[in-house]
């Protein structure tokens, strides 16, 4: 069964930084784009940056030039560096990754649990 875990969440003051992690874990047979997805209460879940399995990367206009996303195609992990963190950047931040499983074959998209940030004083 495929799974995406997360860990890296926390409290953090503004100007401060956290790197969030990703792993995929089950059997795998391709990941294509990886992803952060992140909701704030009240609001709609959006888009905060994606990677292409060849690196190609975007990002939310709100996140330029503070946030980072990378990958690691041999650990099936993504990660995103936050710096200058804001307190609208607070949220449950979710992992998003199109995988195919060995056992189908076929691509599918699969989201990780959240986890929380907390930007504040």
Do not use: H
């Not at 799974?3 to 391709?30: D, H, K, M, T, Y």
């Not at 940056?49 to 099936?76: E, L």
């Amino acid at each position: 069964q495929v799974q995406l875990v997360e860990s890296g969440g926390g409290l953090v003051q503004p100007g401060g930084s956290l790197r969030l992690s990703c792993a995929a874990s089950g059997s795998i047979f391709n990941i294509n784009t990886m992803g952060w997805y992140r909701q704030a209460p009240g609001k709609q879940r959006e888009l905060v940056a994606a990677i292409s399995r060849g690196g190609s990367t975007n990002y939310a206009d709100s996140v330029k030039g503070r946030f980072t996303i990378s990958r690691d195609n041999a650990k099936k992990s993504v990660y995103l560096q936050m710096n200058s963190l804001k307190p609208e950047d607070t949220a449950v931040y979710y992992c998003n990754a199109d995988i195919i499983p060995i056992a189908t074959m076929t691509s599918n998209y699969y989201w990780g649990q959240g986890t929380q940030v907390t930007v504040s004083s």
